[in-house]
Every structure is written in structure tokens, then in C-alpha cells.
């Protein structure tokens, strides 16, 4: 979803062919096309016209107004998305234990799958870490394997970090000692 916030006072927004345009003092300040929202968030004194909420409405962008201290929200909804029927959708396929298990191994098949390629063109371009590659492309290669046979989730969540695991150490060694980077770190800050 691609949502423009404005909280400039004492800008004028209007609309210009197909382009939100913000004008100050009467002079053109800005401009952003209108085709890639889907919500506008507005907060402060500013002016809209109502050419402007027609346009947004016609091409199904929403708008909020928060106003006051409290910034209590005010929504105009543009013609329905048909968001509730997306999002109970969304909810029921989440609760379908089949369903979860199935779309997450399809990801994580795809994710050992692209990081296998990886492996495998740097083996072809880094001689020099040619064992520890082999070794790491094996793996993911069984990883692969393994997830497609996982009964739950947690045995795939297993397998993808286990893939990880020798990803990162394939990574490692074809990067330069002086990087500091010795494989993969869950917590890079700590």
C-alpha cells in the first residue's frame, strides 16, 4: 500500500492532470503523481479542494484527516477495494494449518533453491573457496530435499535455518578475512 503523509501548515494541495500538487504562498513547492496511492494522510492547517477529495475518490484513494492535539482521525473512504473480503480471506487461509504448511514450504523450497544458484556461481567464480562451497551447495541441495518432506512447521522453519547456517559460511568464504564477517548473526548489534 503506498500512503503520502502531509503535515506541512500552510500548504495548498491541488490537484494538476494526474498529480498531487502542493503549492505555498502561491508558489508550486512540490508535486507527486497520483497513481501509485492507495491513502493520504493529512495533518495541519492546510487547504484541499474539493476537486482534489473528487479525484482521490475516483481513483479509489482514501483519505484520513488527523486533526486537533489528539490527532483524531477522520477517514473518506474512496469506493469500496473490497478490503474486509481481502482481509478475511487473509485471516481464514492464516488458521488453515494445511494451507500454512504448504505456502511456507513453496517459500522456503524457492528461498534454498535461489540461495543453492548463489552457491553455485560463486563456486564457478572463486576457485580459491571451491571445498567450502561444495560443502555448503550439498547441503542446501539436502536442505531442499528436507522440505519438501516437513510435516510442520517447525521442522521447515528447522531446515530453512539449518540452510541458513551453511549459506552463510559459503558467504564467508569467499569474503576477504579483513571484512569481519564470519557467517551469519542473528543479532549483528549485540
Known amino acids: 500500500m503506498s500512503c503520502l503523509y502531509v503535515d506541512r501548515r500552510g500548504v495548498d494541495l491541488r490537484v494538476d492532470g494526474g498529480a498531487l500538487v502542493f503549492y505555498e504562498n502561491g508558489e508550486r513547492i512540490g508535486a507527486v503523481p497520483l497513481a501509485p496511492l492507495e491513502r493520504v494522510v493529512v495533518h495541519g492547517d492546510m487547504t484541499l479542494q474539493a476537486r482534489l477529495l473528487g479525484q482521490l475518490g475516483e481513483r479509489g484513494v482514501g483519505v484520513v484527516v488527523l486533526s486537533g492535539r489528539k490527532h483524531t482521525p477522520t477517514l473518506l473512504m474512496a469506493r469500496p477495494h473490497q478490503d474486509a473480503r481481502r482481509r478475511l480471506t487473509q485471516l481464514r487461509l492464516a488458521q488453515d494449518g494445511a494451507f500454512c504448511l504448504s505456502y511456507a514450504r513453496e517459500l522456503i523450497e524457492a528461498k534454498l533453491a535461489a540461495q543453492a544458484r548463489h552457491v553455485h556461481q560463486l ?4 576457485p ?6 561444495t560443502h555448503a551447495l550439498a547441503a542446501l541441495e539436502r536442505g531442499q530435499q528436507a522440505a519438501t518432506g ?4 517447525a521442522a521447515l522453519r528447522g531446515v530453512e535455518s539449518a540452510a541458513a ?3 552463510f559460511a559459503a558467504l ?6 579483513r571484512l569481519g564477517f564470519a557467517g551469519r548473526n542473528r543479532h549483528p548489534l549485540c
Open 123 to 126: 563456486r564457478e567464480r572463486r
Open 128 to 133: 580459491t573457496a571451491r571445498q567450502p562451497l
Open 150 to 153: 516437513c510435516a510442520d512447521l
Open 165 to 167: 547456517v551453511q549459506y
Open 172 to 177: 564467508a568464504a569467499c569474503l576477504p578475512a
